[in-house]
């Protein structure tokens, strides 16, 4: 069983278009992440939410939009894609914990493309 | 601010010797844990091993092994008699209460035969 599932695996669009990548997690956990890894392999969390609250904003563009139907869902919509947007987008979860211990369990990456 | 340091940008070490992976951190917060994550060429990234900063003992997980020293800030990761599918991206990573998550800059390990 697939325990952090993102969709697409692969997307490669226009400058200027909107998309959107799709995460799913089925182990239960309340809390749920973006993050961007870009060229250089730097990896960035963007957003985390909490039982379908955000709780973490990263500094990001405002053209970066989450959204948390559930707490098992966790969707990213970027609007206007810029080539700087070419990046490899990780989904995560974990419990909320208090004390340091949250364990990231990832999803298998979004390679974005922006030609 | 939180930050995180791992000073290896790249690493080689011989098939079934030991190799340590550097990483530093530096919090004012008294809470907060310890991971490293193996990230092979396929891309996926893979858990390790966790360390708590009230942990008294060092982790181990099998050949993973993460030497932490609190005074000096540190969370070395041990591999012991490398492989050649050892090869990879390892990150360190830092968690604190509020889920925050913060990675290392990341050291490639290459494993030679």
């Known amino acids: 069983d697939t325990a952090v599932s993102q969709t697409p695996k692969y997307l490669v669009t226009q400058m200027g278009n909107d998309k959107s990548i799709k995460c799913e997690q089925n182990l239960g956990h309340d809390t749920m992440y973006w993050y961007k890894q870009d060229s250089k392999k730097f990896l960035k969390i963007m957003f985390s939410?909490?039982?379908?609250?955000?709780?973490i904003n990263e500094t990001v563009p405002n053209r970066f939009s989450p959204k948390s139907p559930d707490k098992a869902h966790l969707n990213l919509h970027i609007n206007s894609l810029e080539l700087g947007d070419s990046a490899v987008y990780f989904c995560?979860?974990?419990?909320?914990?208090?004390?340091?211990?949250?364990?990231?369990?990832f999803g298998p990456g979004t390679r974005l493309t922006v030609l | 601010a939180q930050k995180i340091t791992q000073t290896q940008p790249g690493m080689f070490v011989q098939e079934k010797e030991a190799v340590t992976l550097d990483c530093t951190y530096d919090t004012s917060d008294p809470s907060y844990g310890l991971f490293w994550y193996k990230q092979p060429s396929s891309g996926e990234m893979i858990f390790l091993i966790y360390q708590g900063s009230y942990d008294q003992q060092n982790a181990t997980e099998g050949r993973y092994s993460l030497n932490f020293q609190k005074a000096r800030k540190s969370a070395n990761l041990v591999i012991s008699a490398s492989q050649l599918g050892d090869s990879a991206m390892y990150f360190c990573a830092m968690s604190f209460t509020g889920n925050q998550f913060y990675f290392g800059t990341g050291t490639s390990l290459t494993v030679i035969p």
């Open positions: 995560a979860s974990s419990r909320m914990s208090s004390g340091g211990y949250n364990e990231q369990f």
């Open positions: 939410y909490n039982n379908k609250e955000l709780i």
